[in-house]
């Protein structure tokens, strides 16, 4: 069964920083495109940012210049550096991603578990 891992979630205080992890399990399936998402209780989920396979990223707004997020080629993951944590920024983060088998050919759209990212003192 082809999913994706995430890890890295936890608790941290305002003004810290987490990294989330996410890759693909069997880890032979090649990462495309790769977005991150989060949704607080009581809101909608939210797009949070993007990377595409030549490694361009787009932000929202609210986590511009907070957030980053890279991939690792050699180990086929992609990282959400998240950097100034604000308690708004408390949420379910999940990732996102197109897949493709070591061949080339398209395999699908995947989503993470989801892990919980709390920022409080």
């Known amino acids: 069964q082809v999913q994706l891992v995430e890890s890295g979630g936890g608790l941290v205080q305002p003004g810290?920083?987490?990294?989330?992890s996410c890759a693909p399990s069997p880890a032979i399936f090649v990462i495309?495109?790769?977005g991150w998402y989060r949704q607080a209780p009581g809101k909608q989920r939210e797009w949070?940012?993007?990377n595409t396979a030549g490694g361009t990223a787009n932000y929202a707004d609210s986590v511009k210049g907070r957030f980053t997020i890279s991939r690792d080629n050699a180990k086929n993951t992609v990282y959400l550096q998240m950097n100034s944590l604000e308690p708004?920024?408390?949420?379910v983060?999940?990732?996102n991603a197109v897949l493709f088998r070591p061949n080339g050919v398209f395999l699908?759209?995947?989503w993470g578990q989801g892990t919980q990212v709390t920022v409080s003192t």
């Open 16 to 20: 810290g920083s987490l990294r989330l």
């Open 32 to 34: 495309n495109t790769m």
């Open 48 to 50: 949070v940012g993007s």
């Open 88 to 91: 708004e920024d408390t949420a």
């Open 93 to 95: 983060y999940s990732c």
């Open 108 to 110: 699908g759209d995947y």
